[in-house]
């Protein structure tokens, strides 16, 4: 089992976005300078391996919010699942490799907002019923 905390105010990619124009004037979708810094701030908090997980693995994050207000987990977790692709720990964040988000959940913490992440590899009997 791989465990670790990002020591930062949870951020939802969906949530923070805004509209920019190319250099041809088309619109497009971007991500905000504050989903941008807390993606850069936090891949220094993810663990480094010799290898890419590219194997069926459950991947359960606590989010600890600093405020009760409401938000939603699956863009929760589709953040931070990118930020692990982009800090090099998985190889890709489709369903053979992040199977599964069991246990994950928003919670709160007005002191100490923070994801916590454990990542466990499936077993045998799991990975074959993803086929």
Same mark, same amino acid.
């Given at each position: 089992?791989?465990?670790?905390?990002?020591?930062?105010?949870?951020?939802?990619?969906?949530?923070?976005?805004?509209?920019?124009?190319?250099?041809?004037?088309?619109? $497009?979708?971007?991500?905000?300078?504050?989903?941008?810094?807390?993606?850069?701030?936090?891949?220094? $908090?993810?663990?480094?391996?010799?290898?890419?997980?590219?194997?069926?693995?459950?991947?359960?994050?606590? $989010?600890?919010?600093?405020?009760?207000?409401?938000?939603?987990?699956?863009?929760?977790?589709?953040?931070?699942?990118?930020?692990?692709?982009?800090?090099?720990? $998985?190889?890709?964040?489709?369903?053979?490799?992040?199977?599964?988000?069991?246990?994950?959940?928003?919670?709160?913490?007005?002191?100490?907002?923070?994801?916590?992440?454990?990542?466990?590899?499936?077993?045998?009997?799991?990975?074959?019923?993803?086929?």
């Amino acid at each position: 089992m791989i465990h670790f905390t990002i020591p930062l105010i949870p951020r939802s990619k969906k949530n923070h976005q805004r509209i920019l124009k190319n250099k041809y004037g088309r619109p $497009f979708v971007a991500p905000s300078k504050q989903y941008r810094d807390y993606e850069r701030d936090a891949l220094w $908090f993810i663990p480094k391996k010799d290898r890419l997980i590219d194997y069926p693995c459950n991947v359960k994050c606590l $989010f600890y919010m600093p405020t009760k207000r409401l938000c939603d987990l699956t863009n929760m977790l589709e953040s931070i699942d990118d930020v692990m692709v982009k800090a090099g720990l $998985f190889k890709d964040d489709n369903y053979r490799i992040i199977a599964a988000h069991d246990g994950s959940r928003v919670l709160y913490d007005k002191d100490h907002p923070r994801t916590e992440v454990y990542i466990e590899e499936m077993g045998v009997n799991n990975a074959k019923n993803q086929d």
